[in-house]
């Protein structure tokens, strides 16, 4: 297994690791589900964290029993999408968790390439409220990818926008699909979260200063 002086690159999700949108997604889809009267609880959204907007709502739809056309569906993603993005707009530096920056600016001092590796396509709008679009080195997300978590599409464009081997990349997780992800990928798992104690994940850790 690769040890962390080894490591030249580090992958980090989105949600959940270096900012909590968790709650404005679960509000937006429960919007959704509300409107068309689909039992939708906290429990139901667990399953969504890591997952493309797409396969969310298949999940969601698990409890309809109405059909819904390609169409129909695209059509519920793009206003669910519309409610988050609204709520993104209250997004502040203020967001960030913790240490975040003091962790990522000693990372980068130490000679690493700094990543992110998301699912969704809210990650330039949302790095971008907060003020970290300049914190790394390559973006990879909902935007070129075509396969969402535990795909290991996302962390392996990353790590090609890197320049850097999959075997020297670690990524930082805190879904057990994104732990998936990262071990399909060759990649070191660092998890955080709901992450830290799945069984797949490398390294647990409780804080990212801990890295």
Known sequence: ??????????????DGVLVFTDE?????????????????????????RGVSRMDSLEIILEKSAKRYSEEQKKALAEEKNEYYRESLETMTPDDVVGKVREKLTELRNAGCKLAIGSS????????????MTDFFDAISDG?????????PEVFLKAAEML?????????????????????????????????????????PISSIMEI
């Open 1 to 14: 297994m690769i040890m962390d002086k080894e490591i030249k690159a580090y992958i980090f999700d989105l």
């Open 24 to 48: 404005l997604h679960y509000l937006a889809w429960k919007k959704i589900a509300d409107k068309l009267n689909i039992e939708f609880d906290r429990k139901i959204n667990n399953r969504l």
């Open 120 to 131: 969704s396509k809210n990650t330039k709008l949302i790095l971008n409220k907060i003020g």
């Open 143 to 151: 935007t070129n990818i075509t396969k969402s978590k535990p795909d």
């Open 163 to 203: 320049g850097i081997d999959p075997q020297y990349c670690a990524v930082v997780e805190d879904a057990e699909s994104g732990i998936d992800a990262a071990k399909a990928a060759g990649m070191y798992a660092i998890g955080i979260g709901e992450a830290a104690n799945y069984h797949k994940t490398d390294r």
